[in-house]
T-cell receptor, first 115, second 113 residues
Framework: DGGITQSPKYLFRKEGQNVTLSCEQNLNHDAMYWYRQDPGQGLRLIYYSQIVNDFQKGDIAEGYSVSREKKESFPLTVTSAQKNPTAFYLC??????????????FGEGSRLTVL | AQKVTQAQTEISVVEKEDVTLDCVYETRDTTYYLFWYKQPPSGELVFLIRRNSFDEQNEISGRYSWNFQKSTSSFNFTITASQVVDSAVYFCALSGGYQKVTFGIGTKLQVIP
């Protein structure tokens, strides 16, 4: 089945540690995104990539980094610089880039908890 | 700047009741797209519908219907004869182009059997 796979589903981190969340898609989509979801705040865009080897900051990129070396993969690293990393992280993709009318396809999310 | 307001943070209804989820948006773009997504307890958001700014026709899909009114900048979602499986968080979203999507904070719907 085509879709987006995120791993791990749950992750615990000690303060000061970097962690990387995996996102893989087999939909052959050009664009990929990372969102952060917090209670009462909806979804906020962290980073997005419209093409391999290129990505742009979203609204809350500070403390995060990404790479897009392959079309199907868009990993997100939560660095120690992120002051409040405990959240639910969602990866998404869409067919085509640069057009706002495409619907987003989402993974099941990764819940990160900082101890 | 774009903005999406979902004023209802939580709604509870008894099964078989009808329920309407409100969505009000703000944008300066003349061409834009509105979306509704459903987030069940499993976590992944599922696309329900898309409307562009030039198409104000209402849409019905089974028990779901959507009412788009540009005059009031609203894109409301009605579930008829609600079922327990409809329990989820519903997000309204707005895109003015170039994949910059703005989401509302979501409305949590609980359908009580």
């Amino acid at each position: 089945d085509g879709g987006i796979t995120q791993s791990p589903k749950y992750l615990f981190r000690k303060e000061g540690q970097n962690v990387t969340l995996s996102c893989e898609q087999n939909l052959n989509h050009d664009a990929m995104y990372w969102y952060r979801q917090d209670p009462g705040q909806g979804l906020r865009l962290i980073y997005y990539s419209q093409i391999v080897n290129d990505f742009q900051k979203g609204d809350i990129a500070e403390g995060y980094s990404v790479s897009r070396e392959k079309k199907e993969s868009f990993p997100l690293t939560v660095t120690s610089a992120q002051k409040n990393p405990t959240a639910f992280y969602l990866c998404a993709s869409s067919l085509g880039a640069g057009t706002g009318h495409r619907e987003l396809f989402f993974g099941e999310g990764s819940r990160l908890t900082v101890l | 700047a774009q903005k999406v307001t979902q004023a209802q943070t939580e709604i509870s209804v008894v099964e078989k009741e009808d329920v309407t989820l409100d969505c009000v948006y703000e944008t300066r773009d003349t061409t834009y797209y509105l979306f509704w997504y459903k987030q069940p307890p499993s976590g992944e958001l599922v696309f329900l519908i898309r409307r562009n700014s030039f198409d104000e026709q209402n849409e019905i899909s089974g028990r779901y219907s959507w009412n788009f009114q540009k005059s009031t900048s609203s894109f409301n979602f009605t579930i008829t004869a609600s079922q327990v499986v409809d329990s989820a968080v519903y997000f309204c979203a707005l895109s003015g182009g170039y994949q910059k999507v703005t989401f509302g904070i979501g409305t949590k719907l609980q359908v009580i059997p």
